[in-house]
């Protein structure tokens, strides 16, 4: 027996932000970024607690993961020093109030979650209800910015881009990740289907999707705090290189 039912939408955005203060510039430059609320308290348990059905005599659900990091980020050069760190401020960095930002990545991470189409299957004499199609999208919209210089190929200029492309890199591994993991998580969703309640529990289902796929991109943008964190911290010598290179 099977019923297909319609099928849902669902949409969500974190942000991050990391900067680079070169050390002429701030000194103490070693705080993370500004934290993200935690969505982990707030979404459904793991999903190692199915609702009831056995998903492995369910179909399973063809997933599709669309993957959208950011290769070419814009670079923006309009901004001087002041300026630039006040965007900062305004935007939360913590590095702003060591000193003057000179470089500053900003990256939004957004989630699409649809369509999601469900079927219903009898599991012996227990009808379920499992999802079919599950269609994701992950992105990592970036934007660079560097301070304003009269000799865009300066060596600051270069050294300030090569250091936050590295940061780019970082925030495209988390979307990146976060399609190597969610597979085996949507797989085990499911639920028993009681009287006529078909379309509520495929609505709690898409939630719950919904739901995972933000934690997924949650638990990768923590990750990626403590990279960006590590990568600024004065003490890391690839970080000192890049700044060593143009003190004379």
Known sequence: MRRALRAFNLAGRLALLASFAPMAAANEATQAPPSLPSATSQLVPPTDTPLGCNVQVLPKPLIEIDVRPTTKPPIDRSLNAQQLTYVARQLGSQHSRAGRVLGLTKVRFSYRVGPIRFAAAMDGSTLCLHPSDIKVQLQAAQEVLIVK????????????????????????????????????????????VHGNDTQKLAEALAKRISDIVAQALTEGVDAARTRHAEYDDPRNQNSNRLRARCIR
């Open 149 to 192: 210089t009269s000799d865009a190929g300066s060596c600051w200029d270069a050294a300030i881009l090569e250091h936050e492309m590295k940061h780019v890199g970082y925030n495209n591994q988390v979307v990146r990740q976060a399609a190597g993991i969610l597979p085996p998580r949507l797989r085990t969703i499911s639920g028993i």
